[in-house]
């Protein structure tokens, strides 16, 4: 009977060794194409990964995942039709829109066309219509900021188009964490494709993901946006499945319009085996240029004050 005993409790320790050693992961360094980066689990506090993540850098359009939280607590009714106005200050950059002036649509398909696609004219339009108007709405962006602990972040506009939208990549990781908690923004930042049908004249639009990997299901995105502007480089913002579990991945100021989805894809390994991938000599080039750029504009604001 002792031997039988002492048999079992040799394959106990065996198993529990065996298994120890698969659960924990031994990791390498991570390598990222994205100059500044956060990774963490969205059910956990804290980062499982950081580069860069308390530098305030500008987010461009992943501006527009605030601007839906703004409009979700707002309480504005989402089956409100919204007037496309003319614009009564200059856009900070280009703003090419294939929307009418003049023109309606919903509200809540104002927001998908906004975070799906990435609809400047959209994201303006939330903020013209919300209650005390453009300014209230940039002052609730940041006051909802300040309130979620987002210490080193700044908003001047609703789309990301200026370049003085700040954020960094940690105080992102609270932004979608808080916006996951609306259904409506899960939803309409994932919409794959969608046809939007404005009145005041009818006409309709086509409007497609501007993040591929929604399109893939074995990523199971449930929150996405991305974002460009030559300050900001390419940048992506995700709530995904890695190894069954949501993970929030922000990726801020990539060099190429697909670096944000190979580091995606190089966290993900890293997650599941440990492997810290590659990255391409331009990407080097072009973070150490960006590390170099940053340093001198952070030098410079300490001699100014």
Not at 140 to 149: C, D, F, I, Q, Y
Not at 164 to 180: K, P, Y
Request: aromatic share 8%.
């Amino acid at each position: 009977m002792m031997v039988r005993s002492a048999g079992l409790l040799a394959l106990t320790m065996f198993l529990l060794v065996t298994f120890s050693s698969v659960n924990a992961v031994e990791r390498a360094e991570l390598q990222l194409a994205s100059v500044n980066a956060a990774v963490a689990y969205a059910d956990a506090d804290g980062l499982v990964y950081g580069k860069n993540a308390d530098r305030p850098v500008p987010i461009a359009s992943v501006t527009k995942l605030m601007t839906a939280l703004v409009v979700m607590e707002s309480g504005g009714p989402l089956t409100e039709w919204l007037e496309f106005r003319e614009r009564h200050i200059p856009a900070p950059a280009n703003a090419y829109t294939r929307i009418r002036k003049g023109s309606e649509l919903k509200r809540a398909d104002v927001l998908r066309i906004a975070l799906m696609s990435s609809e400047n004219f959209a994201a303006y339009t939330l903020a013209r219509h919300h209650p005390g108007g453009y300014d209230a709405f940039v002052a609730a962006m940041n006051s909802r900021a300040r309130e979620l602990g987002m210490v080193n972040t700044t908003f001047v506009d609703p789309t990301g188009l200026s370049a003085e939208n700040l954020s960094t990549a940690a105080d992102l990781v609270r932004l979608v964490r808080a916006a996951s908690k609306y259904p409506q923004i899960r939803e309409y930042s994932t919409t794959r494709y969608f046809s939007a049908h404005f009145r005041q004249p009818r006409y309709r639009l086509a409007f497609g993901n501007t993040n591929v990997l929604v399109h893939r299901d074995s990523w199971g995105v449930g929150i996405s946006k991305t974002g460009y502007l030559s300050e900001a480089g390419r940048c992506l913002v995700m709530l995904s499945q890695m190894g069954g579990k949501p993970v929030v991945t922000v990726l801020l100021d990539s060099l190429g319009t697909r670096s944000p989805m190979g580091d995606a894809g190089r966290i993900k390994r890293w997650l599941a085996t440990g492997a810290g991938g590659s990255v391409a000599a331009a990407a080097r080039a072009y973070e150490r240029k960006k590390n170099a750029a940053y340093a001198s504009s952070e030098s410079a604001t300490v001699s100014a004050n």
